[in-house]
């Protein structure tokens, strides 16, 4: 549909993958080399210049594979989200997600015994094929990056100077899906529409039972009960100061764009005079 596409170009637009023209960007090129979604390409990238590269390389993994969560057989609800309790981690779904990764590698890194795979998955309530398919997936994502002489920062990943960069990447791409719960009760009202959404069953939030008040999503499911999967909570500072101007501008208006606007002139720079201001 012509709406469609024009949403899709002033996506692509936001994510400076156009030049004035409307043809690809030299960045947008770049962009394009990677068979992710444009925002996750973006994130990708990102995080080049934020130096958490083998971080975005598992969450991009993860995310582009099938869901490595299993639907617990009934009675088995408890076992299984006490299991996915080990991988939590208080930053959100994304850095959970490297966990999950990294336990399968530390579990499966005994090439003698291939079945050890499979019994751990089944352990844990996990997906042996997705866990497997993402692992394929990071190390054609490692081959491109190295074609195309990107740096690979090496793996920080615990640290609060590498958790806050991996939130900064995420935001570069991800500003577009961010959202907030408007009564404390996990009733999330995502910023670019007036629709409401509650975190999906799978989020680590639904395991520790903590709501988080502003979170960057991964993807909006209307099929899963208008669910936002895979969050990450996000400071409303840390968007306001990643944020194209021009995007958020063309927000509808909204009480969380009331707040947004407030952090935004709270970090503006007092102008010297007031013919500055003017």
């Known amino acids: ?30 962009m394009s080399e990677f068979p992710l979604d444009p925002q996750l390409s973006k994130s990708l990238l990102a995080s080049c210049e934020f130096e958490c590269v083998d971080e975005m390389l598992t ?23 006490t299991c ?11 850095c959970t997600l490297i966990n999950v990764f990294n336990a399968f590698k530390a579990a499966t890194a005994n090439p003698t015994d291939p079945g050890n795979s499979e019994k751990w998955c089944r352990d844990y309530f996990l997906s042996c094929s997705a866990l497997s398919m993402a692992e394929m997936i990071r190390a054609e994502l490692v081959e491109i990056m190295k074609r195309i002489e990107l740096p690979i920062s090496e793996p920080d990943f615990g640290s609060e100077g590498n958790l806050l960069s991996i939130k900064k990447a995420l935001l570069s791409g991800y500003f577009m899906h961010i959202a907030r719960d408007v009564d404390g009760s996990g009733n999330y009202l995502m910023l670019t529409h007036k629709q409401v959404a ?12 903590r709501i988080p ?12 009960g208008n669910s936002i999967r895979v969050v990450s909570e996000i400071s409303p500072h840390l968007f306001a100061e990643l944020v194209p101007q021009y995007y ?16 935004i002139n709270h970090l503006a720079p007092v102008p010297a005079t007031k013919e500055e201001q003017k």
């Not at 509650?198 to 939030?205: A, G, M, N, T």
């Open 59 to 81: 969450i991009a993994a993860m995310v582009t594979a099938p869901s490595c969560f299993l639907h617990a057989a009934p009675g088995t609800e408890e076992i299984a989200r």
């Open 198 to 209: 509650q975190l999906h069953p799978f989020s680590s939030y639904c395991n520790t039972r």
């Open 84 to 94: 996915w309790r080990r991988f939590s981690h208080p930053a959100g779904d994304h």
């Open 248 to 263: 958020f501008s063309n927000l509808p208006p909204s009480e969380s764009k009331d707040i947004l606007r407030e952090v």
């Open 1 to 30: 549909a012509p709406e469609s596409l024009m949403q899709a170009l002033e996506d692509l637009d936001y994510l400076a993958a156009l030049d004035n023209d409307g043809n690809l960007s030299e960045f947008g090129i770049i």
């Open 213 to 224: 008040e502003w979170v960057l999503f991964h993807e909006f499911s209307i099929s899963e």
